[in-house]
């Protein structure tokens, strides 16, 4: 089992910038691709990004590249979701999610462990 802890979430203006952190626990990080998602009111649930178990890939959603980069620590267990640029579209609650093999993918069912999720809101 893996747990998932996000946390950075929070209001910020449009243009403005926030730091999303997801803390792994547990079975923790070993050989587990991890991902970001998001998902507004009223809609599904989105790919943001993901990034393989070694870092060496990574994937952006068309409406987040060049805006928000996905990195991670392992020796921390930690994953984080560096944002910039926000604009009011961003707004959603972020989830933070892990899967059981080492590549990254953009598909949410493919991730088998989810945060509770952060919310995050850009005013504009």
């Known amino acids: 089992q893996v747990q998932l802890v996000e946390s950075g979430g929070g209001l910020v203006q449009a243009g403005g910038s926030l730091r999303l952190s997801c803390a792994a626990s547990?079975?923790?990080?070993?050989?587990?691709?991890m991902g970001w998602f998001r998902q507004a009111p009223g809609k599904e649930r989105e790919f943001v990004a993901a990034?393989?178990?070694?870092?060496?890939?990574?994937y952006y959603a068309d409406s987040v590249k060049g805006r928000f980069i996905i990195s991670r620590d392992n020796a921390k267990n930690t994953v984080y979701l560096q944002m910039s640029s926000l604009k009011p579209e961003d707004t959603a609650a972020y989830y933070c999610?892990?899967?059981?093999?080492?590549?990254?993918?953009?598909?949410?069912?493919?991730?088998?462990?989810w945060g509770q999720g952060t919310q995050v809101t850009v005013s504009s």
């Open positions: 999610a892990a899967r059981s093999m080492a590549t990254a993918t953009t598909r949410v069912h493919d991730y088998n462990y």
């Open positions: 990034i393989s178990w070694s870092g060496g890939t990574t």
């Open positions: 547990g079975r923790t990080f070993d050989r587990r691709a």
